[in-house]
């Protein structure tokens, strides 16, 4: 049994935790051989997540808090508590020290409820907290002082990669960072909590990155690569801000990737999520040299239109940035994530709908496939600047994590539905190329179509594919019948 453990609670099994990793590699030699990982995925039963932990029983548990998993690592502890107070009441305890991190608890207020069942909360980056917090419970070294929002110094944190078995790196998507923060401050993103007034939120200061050392990290990507890796997924949200240094990166997941092939073997996949607004020609030329099906990239466009976008800090230059989506069409064989969100202050149905068909008639527009839309809802981050529209644009937002928004005044809560359908619909039809909806004017053929898929089923989860396409396959009939009869 070890003195220290740490659970994560992912999205689905294929989601390894890095923080995680980062954390234990960060214990430093006295303390990582006492430190274990475990990691569940959210739809596991709530027992098989217990009873590990009850097994283990550590005298620190740490648990990794995010959006998707807050209620779920709550239920785990409230089941924990009664657990251990059962316990207790026998004339033994086996109650470890509960420590809360990651990006949901380093904002909530301290009246939330999940706190009642912590001992501590570590906000902001961990690594070097965490550790002086194991070291004053375990070694009693020293008094442990929690520092509020702590950003760790990129040069001197070791990596967690070496914490990856080789089951994660041939089964699992490896989550890898060249660098963290972000340049700009979007109201509706953490990285703008420090921001209160609407004119700082607009300014972009590339040095809130943090760059790790480009040699030692390339070293240990080749590590991964020769260890077996087959997806590398990059957390740095703006990859391509560095453009010189973005450029040997690339560079080298090129070389390697033309390596396997020369080898006959199955190449290994690489996501970088990059920013619109800076892509130079010789950087579309190093990406259009990937071979298909080895090269993802997100792209986030949020909004295309420029007052939403210049209300909520956002730089925006929606003829760029469809520029420069038609060129990653044309000339890559990237498979494309494009990011939308719906719901943002001031932006309506017609609004909304009209930057969705631009958007789709320039990824869709030459016949490309592997071009994804993905459709998110406005959620109300835990400290989120965003907080402050909320009564000039009546927005209403769920209270219960992920805060999604529920309406706004330009909005109304049955439209927002329609569009929560709408987005579900088109992940499972149109991102997952079941059907070819042609390439102009779709949002409002589409919003129809997801009416009537959620009238008949009553649901936008859990459908056989194959009914779901005999469906629509029938309704597309009746319709052109009933056009037939107009004319």
């Known amino acids: 049994m070890k003195d220290i453990l740490l659970v994560a609670i992912n999205a689905k099994w294929i989601h390894p935790s890095l923080a995680l990793r980062l954390l234990k590699a960060n214990l430093g030699s006295s303390l990582e051989n006492r430190c274990e990982i475990i990691e569940f995925a959210l739809r596991q039963p709530l027992r098989e997540k217990t009873d590990p932990i009850l097994t283990a029983s550590p005298r620190i548990l740490g648990l990794s808090v995010s959006i998707w998993n807050h209620l779920a690592v709550l239920e785990l502890l409230k089941t924990l508590r009664d657990e251990w107070d059962a316990v207790k009441r026998e004339g033994s305890s086996q109650r470890p020290v509960v420590v809360l991190g990651g990006p949901e608890v380093s904002y909530l207020p ?55 078995t080789d089951g994660d790196l041939s089964r699992k998507l490896i989550y890898v960072e060249a660098s963290r923060g972000c340049p700009f401050r979007c109201e509706f993103c953490l990285s703008a909590v420090d921001v209160c007034a609407a004119d700082a939120c607009a300014v972009v200061d590339s040095n809130r990155v943090r760059e790790f050392p480009l040699e030692t990290f390339l070293s240990e990507m080749e590590e991964l690569i020769q260890r077996g890796a087959k997806t590398f997924k990059f957390l740095d949200r703006t990859f391509n801000l560095n453009i010189e240094r973005s450029k040997k990166i690339i560079e080298f997941f090129l070389y390697n990737i033309n390596e396997q092939i020369r080898q006959n073997k199955k190449p290994f996949v690489v996501h970088f999520e990059m920013i619109p607004s800076n892509f130079p020609p010789d950087l579309i030329d190093i990406l259009a040299r990937f071979p298909p099906n080895t090269l993802r990239l997100e792209i986030g466009i949020q909004t295309l239109n420029p007052e939403v976008s210049a209300r909520i800090g956002r730089p925006s230059n929606p003829e760029q940035e469809l520029k420069t989506l038609s060129l990653l069409v044309e000339k890559t064989n990237a498979i494309l994530h494009v990011d939308l969100i719906a719901g943002l202050p001031g932006e309506g149905m017609e609004s909304f709908g009209k930057g969705f068909d631009a958007l789709w008639a320039v990824l869709n527009g030459n016949g490309a496939k592997g071009i994804e839309i993905q459709l998110g809802i406005l959620k109300l981050l835990p400290g989120a600047p965003i907080a402050r529209h909320i009564k000039p644009f009546g927005m209403v937002f769920n209270p219960q994590p992920p805060y999604e928004l529920i309406e706004t005044a330009d909005i109304p809560a049955d439209d927002m539905d329609r569009i929560k359908n709408f987005a579900r619909f088109w992940e ?8 070819d909806i042609g390439p102009s004017r779709v949002f409002n053929r589409f919003l129809l179509l997801s009416d009537y898929l959620f009238a008949r089923f009553g649901r936008n989860w859990g459908i056989d594919k194959n009914e779901l396409l005999n469906t629509i396959s029938k309704e597309q009939a009746t319709s052109n019948r009933q056009q037939r009869k107009e004319v």
């Open 428 to 435: 499972l039809i149109v991102n997952r190329s079941l059907l």
């Open 110 to 164: 301290p009246e939330s409820e999940i706190f009642k069942f912590a001992d501590y909360c570590i906000r902001g980056e961990g690594e070097t907290a965490f550790r002086e917090l194991c070291q004053t419970i375990l070694n009693g070294q020293g008094v442990f002082v929690n520092r509020e929002f702590y950003q760790v110094n990129t040069t001197e944190i070791k990596s967690g990669y070496r914490l990856y």
